[in-house]
């Protein structure tokens, strides 16, 4: 609906790499690896653990739905969604190609693509594992 | 809709995003503070609002709140005294000081100057207020009906050109308590997407099915009369019991007016009923300011339902509907607002009885013709000057509304403070009015500005414009000189 919101992600994605790489000046791999997973621990808080809205205005209709449930109103594999799904997959192939695929950070990187990628499959769709997450 | 650039687009989602981020950053550390301080004697009770269900009020809006609910402190005519006011703690509370500056008004929806004191509507309104007092303190069918009610209803049926009228306490509830008492559960209320909240609360408080057609699209809401009537209602297919299609006159936020000869074309053609919303409309457009019927040259017999507010030309109080008589005695029977809410207040009845006659010439001058000529040639002067210099300004010709698009979250504040600064009161809108990106600063043009006053605003509005940023398009060149150059050549 807005124009520019994936280049606005893309374009974030790509200054936080320069920025991890001018403050701590480490390899190109590795501050791909850091993007991978601070994406990873900020998407997985906004996207699938917080609930509700920030309006008081809609009185609760959504307080037990994550905001990647109530995107799109809760329809499935939309282009936004299908967009959201791909990004972790391609931050992993540039983090994993730019490390060679190296030990300890494919590990990480593996871990933060599975959850990723399967907290937004369709069939996880208002499914909570083990009761996790499921109060208001 | 508006296109915006794309850059802007960017710019505009980043800085959101920045103070979404802020705001996430100082809810974390507030929570870490206060999860040390001794719990209240509330213990067991739920939490009035879960922490992140008013996040947009408490680290958006309230950075800008000075910007919104100033007080004033004098009658809202072209020049208006704003109140200063202060804040210690970076807006979280305002306080007042005792001092006021005399502001240019641009926010006002004082179209034909009969907000302040008029030499013809005051002396009768200060006689009605002696004789009928300030309310009437009673509902319309109970103690409440007097003989400036009757009058005012068959005078704004004569003004609007349908053979009855009903009058209204408010502007909001008209259309709020109205929309249920016409239709019901089993019928299909078809809107503009971009209609007033009141027509929206009405037309979801009716049980009434809803579906929206995109702005001033007229094939899109020949398509979706199509679908509706060939679906019928949605689990039986039964037909609908009535289709209703409301559309506004001018729609406030952009300045538009509707496309109302095509709009009653296609209803006609698919026998829907028409709901003409004419708030800001009526009384400021229209050779005789009949509103857009006029101006349009649409019959208004043409148009079943036609609703308006006295609050925005007519400078009193409340709402009306003007339909046939058949419509408008089943209203007096079945809507709460005139059932069980209180009549108009007398002095306000009284104060629209003199501003249409005033309008209409009947108090024996040409005031009314002259304000109505004089707010179409200041609207389009200040339009086409705005313009000139670079602004991106919504709205058609002849509409007194003019919103000039800011986008940036940044700049509503700026442009706002900017101008108030400089003595000119202008109002700004943002998101929950708007579209997230879409934010702007509405300007009114009334009657009662003159030339220089309008031309003190363009420059104040120039400055700030500068300041802010906000002058996206380029700037037009005098065209003087290559004229002067064809003269001489030829």
Redesign the interface.
Known sequence: M????W??YI??LFFSWILVLSVFGCAPGTAWTLVNLGHFAITYHFFHW?K??????DQ?MY?TLTWWEQMDNGKQLTRNRKFLTAVPVVLYLIASHTTDYQHPMLFLNTIAVTVLVVAKLPNMHKVRIFGINAG? | MVRLPYSTALTTLFSYGLLFAFGHLRDFFRRIIDSRKPTTNLKDYAPICLGHEDFYTRRLFNRVQDCCNRPIASAPDAWIDVIERYSNDGNKTIHRTSKTSRCLNLGSYNYLGFAAADEYCTPRVIESLKKYSASTCSVRVDGGNTKLHIELEELVARFVGKPAAILLGMGYATNSTIIPALIGKGGLIISDSLNHNSIVNGARGSGAAVRVFQHNNIAHLEEVLREQIAQGQPRTHRPWSKIIVIVEGIYSMEGELCKLPEVISVCKKYKAYTYLDEAHSIGAIGKSGRGVCDLLGVDPADVDIMMGTFTKSFGSCGGYIAASKEIIHHLKQTCPAHIYATSMSPPAVQQVISAIKVILGEDGTNRGAKKLAQIRENSNFFRSELKKMGFEVLGDNNSPVMPIMLYNPAKIPSFSRECLRLNVAAVVVAFPATPLLLSRARICISASHSREDLIKGLEVLSKAGDISGIKYFPVEQEKTTSVEKLKKIQ
Do not use: C, E, M, R
């Not at chain 1, 807005?2 to 919101?5: I, Q």
């Open positions: 807005y124009p520019g919101v280049t606005t374009l974030i917080k509700g809205t920030p309006f008081a205005d609760g307080n208001s």
